[in-house]
């Protein structure tokens, strides 16, 4: 889906070290979501933005902080508390009941 | 608990032949569901949308039916193509303030030449 870009595509970090994965949508929407995927298995959510200045926390949310400046923006960062973060990261925004997704970071801790 | 499960839990057909895919959820007050698609390696891409009092709804080689009483969905694939394998995502969005989409765990298809 065009609108949401992630960056980058792919990002190495070393243990206790923390990363910051970028998400940034043009679509004008209001609510922004991370999610992360593990080989074989569904998006599990982390956190979720529903208005600028507001998020809440997911199902997966220990490890991981974020931030909503910005309509545009929600980044995402992984802390050096996330014991195991690697994993494919996936943003999306949504309106109107549809969910439009980035095209992913897939982060690799070496 | 709002939960969407979804089987098989992977399928290998020849290039060419039918399948179907299974959507199972329990969220509730529904407000629609869709199939997505996801390469590996790629965000996922919505083929259909569902509201409830839609039964059915096609797109191209793809046809979704959705019996809201019995809170199933499925996702037909006619003539299936080698650029069809994938994940196929089922995600059910619910009427409430907050985190309002559940994803289903997916099906990964592997379609053989």
């Given at each position: 889906?065009?609108?949401?870009?992630?960056?980058?595509?792919?990002?190495?970090?070393?243990?206790?070290?923390?990363?910051?994965?970028?998400?940034?949508?043009?679509?004008?929407?209001?609510?922004?979501?991370?999610?992360?995927?593990?080989?074989?298995?569904?998006?599990?959510?982390i956190?979720?933005?529903?208005?600028?200045?507001?998020?809440?926390?997911?199902?997966?949310?220990?490890?991981?902080?974020?931030?909503?400046?910005?309509?545009e923006?929600?980044?995402?960062?992984?802390?050096?508390?996330?014991?195991?973060?690697?994993?494919?990261?996936?943003?999306?925004?949504?309106?109107?009941?549809?969910?439009?997704?980035?095209?992913?970071?897939r982060?690799?801790?070496? | 608990?709002?939960?969407?499960?979804?089987?098989?839990?992977?399928?290998?057909?020849?290039?060419?032949?039918?399948?179907?895919?299974?959507?199972?959820?329990?969220?509730?007050?529904?407000?629609?569901?869709?199939?997505?698609?996801?390469?590996?390696?790629?965000?996922?891409?919505?083929?259909?949308?569902?509201?409830?009092?839609?039964?059915?709804?096609?797109?191209?080689?793809?046809?979704?039916?959705?019996?809201?009483?019995?809170?199933?969905?499925?996702?037909?694939?006619?003539?299936?193509?080698?650029?069809?394998?994938?994940?196929?995502?089922?995600?059910?969005?619910?009427?409430?303030?907050?985190?309002?989409?559940?994803?289903?765990?997916?099906?990964?298809?592997?379609?053989?030449?």
């Amino acid at each position: 889906d065009g609108g949401i870009t992630q960056s980058p595509k792919y990002l190495f970090r070393k243990e206790g070290q923390n990363v910051t994965l970028s998400c940034e949508q043009n679509l004008n929407h209001d609510a922004m979501y991370w999610y992360r995927q593990d080989p074989g298995q569904g998006l599990r959510l982390i956190y979720y933005s529903q208005i600028v200045n507001d998020f809440q926390k997911g199902d997966i949310a220990e490890g991981y902080s974020v931030s909503r400046e910005k309509k545009e923006s929600f980044p995402l960062t992984v802390t050096s508390a996330q014991k195991n973060p690697t994993a494919f990261y996936l943003c999306a925004s949504t309106r109107t009941g549809r969910a439009f997704f980035g095209q992913g970071t897939r982060l690799t801790v070496v | 608990k709002n939960q969407v499960e979804q089987s098989p839990q992977s399928l290998i057909i020849l290039e060419g032949k039918n399948c179907t895919l299974q959507c199972n959820y329990t969220v509730s007050p529904f407000s629609n569901l869709r199939w997505y698609k996801q390469d590996t390696g790629r965000g996922p891409v919505s083929l259909t949308i569902m509201t409830f009092s839609e039964n059915t709804k096609s797109n191209g080689r793809y046809t979704a039916t959705l019996d809201a009483d019995t809170k199933q969905s499925s996702l037909h694939i006619t003539a299936s193509q080698l650029s069809d394998s994938a994940s196929y995502i089922c995600v059910v969005s619910a009427v409430n303030y907050g985190q309002n989409f559940v994803f289903g765990p997916g099906t990964r298809l592997s379609v053989l030449p």
